[in-house]
């Protein structure tokens, strides 16, 4: 609970992923993927209750056995390909009886956040309703281009001057997908996590790993690795 708010942190995992079958519950660091962001939301300071929201029996076994609610199997048609996570996550408020007034969304793919990065995105959404996880990108879009036709290209952005170093380039930001935190009703009001109002945590590089295909495993064992080095 912060400032009288309840507190609700949801971990989506659905079990369908084409791009490594199973990756929720693969083992990373001598614990399943899921399990990572468990136990970083179980070390958060405002977190009331911490619920998955999952249609595959195997990762709620396994999130339950870590210490994480499982009140109900999702949907499958939330569980496709087409579902979004702004569906699963009004689900997961509308299922509950116990009522809550902030929602925390923690990917499993996002294994290295820390519980102050958590609580850092719940603190900073009280001002406005919403705040997200970004990080600075390595690839700025000032030196990406749109192919129009195979013989012509055009500057994605466009800028009032040449930017020929990169240290002349904006920083630019990117949604990292580690922690999304909410107003429930503001969530509700705007069909959506993010509108102009909301407020940016920036996390460092070295947290932001996003897993995604086996060569992000093995990222994340090496980074592990250079941790306990």
């Keep these: 609970m912060i400032e009288g708010k309840k507190v609700l942190a949801l971990i989506t995992a659905r079990g369908g992923s084409k791009g490594v079958p199973g990756k929720n519950i693969m083992m990373a660091g001598g614990k399943p993927l899921v399990a990572w962001s468990i136990e970083a939301a179980r070390k958060s300071k405002y977190i009331d209750r911490l619920i998955i929201s999952s249609d ?105 001057k040449a930017i020929l170093r990169r240290q002349d380039a904006p920083p630019i930001f990117m949604l990292n997908g580690a922690v999304y935190a909410v107003d429930c009703n503001w969530l509700k009001r705007n069909g959506s996590f993010i509108n102009d109002d909301t407020v940016p945590y920036v996390m460092p590089k070295d947290r932001s790993l996003d897993i995604d295909t086996h060569d992000d495993f093995e990222i994340f064992e090496r980074l592990l690795k250079l941790q306990k080095s």
């Design 56 to 160: 595959d029996d195997e990762i709620i076994s396994v999130a339950s056995a870590f210490g994480c609610d499982a009140p109900f199997v999702r949907p499958s048609e939330l569980a496709n390909d087409d579902a979004i996570t702004y569906d699963v996550a009004i689900h997961a408020i509308d299922f509950l009886e116990e009522r809550f007034n902030i929602l925390v969304v923690l990917q499993p793919t996002s294994p290295l956040r820390i519980a102050e990065d958590i609580d850092r995105c719940i603190e900073c959404s009280l001002s406005t309703g919403s705040c997200v996880s970004l990080v600075e990108t390595d690839k700025s879009p000032y030196w990406m281009y749109k192919l129009p036709t195979e013989s012509s290209m055009v500057p994605l952005l466009q800028s009032d």
